[in-house]
């Protein structure tokens, strides 16, 4: 896109590159916007049909425009700051939930060469980007000079910690077995990579299982039922978002269902092929990458929803305990099985 820009519009090499950065980052983030609003509609409709209800179905054909209609109405109400917050914080809580929902997907690649920021650490900027996240929830909670806020706070962190710990032992099988920390490099890594014929960490024997805790891990990094403890309304009201209303409010939401979507974009990216075909057959191929990963994001998000209607919120010990005594150990516990194996193997050769 450089080069087009120096070519048709006679720009320097540096302003050919700034707008064409400036082109890919809206090439991304609006999408990204737009799928967010249309998420929030298919989790009311998944949740609905599963509680046998009809679920948003007036606003526009099918209710469509039903989260464009809550998105209208939240910007025109008036943003209510209470008198003892600390104003600076709590106005930049919401924005920073919402921007790094957004900045992680640099690095998320789409198709071959559909990548804003093609870096030899992508995945190592998606652990970064995905821990500042918590960042919003805290200062949001603190800020409000609120109890139950502040509790949510304080369990937001302590989530945040114990399960980004799993995560990190299960990215580390998967950068052992792909070689490299480059995201395009992990997806073109897991072609044949399961009897010369699946595509997709996931169907290798031994990552599994680490594919079955990352997808549990994500739930409760985005903070989604079962381990919605950071805003358990029977406890805390609405947790860190008690005290938000207007925008402020809006923007928790859609930084909440973007990392869902990242979430999901990392399942299928990581373990389940990204934008390959699941199974290694030529003529699969002549479907664009695009759609794969679009199919496989849309099922993991269902997956996301359909535990969302179905299971019973954890108890704060259950949480802590599979955190530390059950998804740390096994974590550690297959790196060095992993690692053992692809030393036998001569992987490492």
């Known amino acids: 896109m450089t080069a087009f820009f120096q070519h048709y519009l006679g720009l320097s090499f540096e302003w050919a590159w700034l707008l064409s950065t400036i082109c890919g980052i809206l090439l991304i983030a609006v999408p990204v916007m737009i799928s967010v609003a249309m998420v929030i509609y298919a989790d009311r409709k998944i949740w609905a049909a599963m509680a046998l209800r009809r679920g948003p179905n007036v606003v ?17 109400q008036e943003t209510i700051i209470p008198s003892a917050a600390n104003k600076g914080i709590f106005l930049i809580g919401p924005i920073v939930t919402f921007t790094v ?41 603190w800020a409000s000079n609120s109890k139950y806020p502040f509790f949510s706070a304080m369990r937001a962190s302590a989530q945040m910690i114990s399960y980004e710990v799993s995560i990190g032992f299960i990215l580390v099988c998967v950068v052992l077995w792909a070689g490299t920390f480059n995201m395009n490099g992990i997806v ?83 373990f389940w092929g990204g934008y390959l075909p699941p199974v290694d057959w030529a003529p699969l191929y002549a479907i664009n990458g695009f759609v794969w990963l679009f199919i496989k994001i849309c099922a993991f998000f269902f997956v996301f929803s359909w535990v969302k209607a179905t299971v019973p919120r954890y108890r704060y010990d259950q949480l802590m305990r599979l955190g530390w005594k059950v998804f740390l150990p096994v974590s550690l516990g297959f790196v060095i099985v992993v690692s053992g194996y692809l030393m036998a193997m001569g992987h490492f050769a």
Do not use: C, H
């Open 188 to 270: 073109l890594a897991q072609k044949g990579v399961s009897l010369g014929f699946f595509n997709g960490f996931g169907f290798q024997p031994l990552l599994f299982p680490m594919a079955v805790m990352f997808f549990i891990s994500s739930l409760a990094e985005t903070g989604r039922p079962p381990f919605d403890l950071t805003e358990a309304e029977s406890e805390l009201v609405a947790g860190y978002q008690t005290e938000y209303s207007s925008m402020s409010f809006a923007l928790f939401w859609l930084g909440e269902y973007g990392n869902v979507l990242l979430m999901s974009t990392l399942n299928a990216t990581l």
């Open 60 to 76: 526009g054909p099918f209710g469509l425009l039903q989260s464009f209609a809550d998105g209208l109405k939240v910007f025109l």
């Open 101 to 141: 929902a957004l900045v992680a997907w640099a690095v998320i690649p789409f198709n071959s060469g559909a990548i804003l920021a093609d870096i030899n650490v992508g995945l190592l900027y998606v652990l970064a980007v995905s821990s500042l996240g918590v960042y919003g929830t805290i200062m949001a909670g």
